[in-house]
């Protein structure tokens, strides 16, 4: 059962305009098309304390080297750890990429996560959370980009700029983020929500010296410090 999480009316209030704003601001993102569960959880495995492009240089080059995710769990892990090493800290990504494919065909016969859409949101996301390596926001982006499931994942960006807008309360840590982010707003705007806040943080509201004067949300943004323009 999904716990219940009280959120402050202004917070689901503000949530509420902000999306509406970076709607007209942004117009309704678009993301690349969805991946197969399991190629997403790999991506994202692979996306930890890195950039886009080399996750995605990793993922080509798992693609070019082994013909089915079979072939991966059987690859020798040196081997793996190398193919995937432009991605950073190979030693611990290559091991729980094939101790996560390894067990899913043990538990499910194949290597298969379509069978996830099957189940309550709270259950599959515990499932997914109950493997090495797999945090909230892992699980949360294998649900919604993938199985299209209501599920807010909460990045690095979102965690700053939904503390510095007033989205929610200061003092919690980026797991309760996910739960309050995702109690407060509606389900219905996860995808465009979590795509237009993450280009926010990108493009202005960047960590060291935030745009404040060119922000689309100033007028509703609660940073102390925030710039004028």
Same mark, same amino acid.
């Given at each position: ?13 503000? #949530?509420? $305009?902000?999306? *509406?704003?970076? @709607?007209?601001?942004?117009? /309704?993102?678009? =993301?690349? !098309?969805?991946?197969? &569960? ?14 886009? #492009?080399? $996750?995605?240089? *990793?993922?080509? @080059?798992?693609?070019?080297? /082994?013909?089915? =995710?079979? !072939?991966?769990?059987? &690859? ?154």
């Amino acid at each position: 059962m999904k716990p219940v999480i009280e959120v402050a009316p202004e917070h689901r209030e503000r #949530l509420r $305009r902000v999306n *509406a704003r970076l @709607n007209v601001v942004f117009g /309704y993102p678009k =993301w690349r !098309e969805p991946l197969p &569960a399991v190629d997403e959880l790999v991506c994202t495995f692979l996306s930890q304390n890195t950039n886009d #492009l080399n $996750r995605d240089k *990793a993922f080509s @080059n798992i693609r070019a080297r /082994y013909a089915s =995710w079979d !072939e991966v769990c059987e &690859a020798d892990p040196d081997e793996f750890m190398q193919v995937i090493r432009v991605a950073g800290l190979a030693n611990q990504k290559g091991p729980n990429i094939q101790a996560a494919l390894r067990r899913i065909r043990e538990e499910r016969g194949e290597i298969d996560l379509e069978w996830l859409r099957e189940l309550p949101v709270e259950e599959a996301r515990e499932w997914l959370l109950s493997f090495k390596g797999v945090g909230r926001k892992t699980a949360a982006i294998v649900l919604l980009f993938s199985l299209g499931m209501p599920a807010f994942p909460v990045d690095t960006h979102i965690y700053r700029v939904s503390g510095r807008i007033g989205l929610r309360p200061q003092a919690i840590d980026p797991d309760a983020a996910h739960r309050y982010l995702e109690a407060a707003a509606d389900p219905a705007d996860y995808y465009a929500l979590h795509l237009n806040l993450i280009r926010l943080g990108r493009e202005i509201c960047q960590a060291r010296k935030p745009a404040c004067p060119s922000c689309p949300i100033a007028d509703l943004c609660q940073f102390p410090d925030k710039v004028a323009g």
